[in-house]
């Protein structure tokens, strides 16, 4: 079972950049695709980006497309998120997660994802 971490939340201005990290522990880390969601209060977890084993293919959300970009360092065991021109809608708690393939799909579900992080908080103020 590998272990998530998420780093790199907080508060940011629109039109700002975060960059969230994920270190990973365990060895599968470099066998698997690896996903971020977010979940905002009152909603469900929803699907922001995948990344494959070995760094493509990668997927997006049509909310983020063109603003965030995700990518791995299989040598450092960690997963990125870049995120630009953020906007408030942006506002959640960002998750990663490592699934259960070496590709995920386009538009992967959450179940998809065998290991989560504890999550970190985005907040994009206006």
């Known amino acids: 079972q590998v272990q998530l971490v998420e780093s790199g939340g907080g508060l940011v201005q629109a039109g700002g950049s975060l960059r969230l990290s994920c270190v990973a522990s365990?060895?599968?880390?470099?066998?698997?695709?690896m996903g971020w969601f977010r979940q905002a209060p009152g909603k469900e977890r929803e699907f922001v980006a995948t990344?494959?084993?070995?760094?493509?293919?990668?997927y997006y959300a049509d909310s983020v497309k063109g603003r965030f970009t995700v990518s791995r360092d299989n040598a450092k065991n960690t997963l990125y998120l870049q995120m630009n021109s953020l906007k408030p809608e942006d506002t959640a708690v960002y998750y990663c997660?490592?699934?259960?393939?070496?590709?995920?799909?386009?538009?992967?579900?959450?179940?998809?994802?065998?290991?989560w992080g504890q999550g970190t908080q985005v907040t994009v103020s206006s």
């Open positions: 997660a490592c699934h259960s393939s070496y590709y995920s799909a386009p538009v992967p579900r959450p179940a998809d994802f065998r290991s």
């Open positions: 365990g060895r599968t880390f470099s066998s698997n695709a």
């Open positions: 990344i494959g084993w070995s760094g493509m293919p990668t």
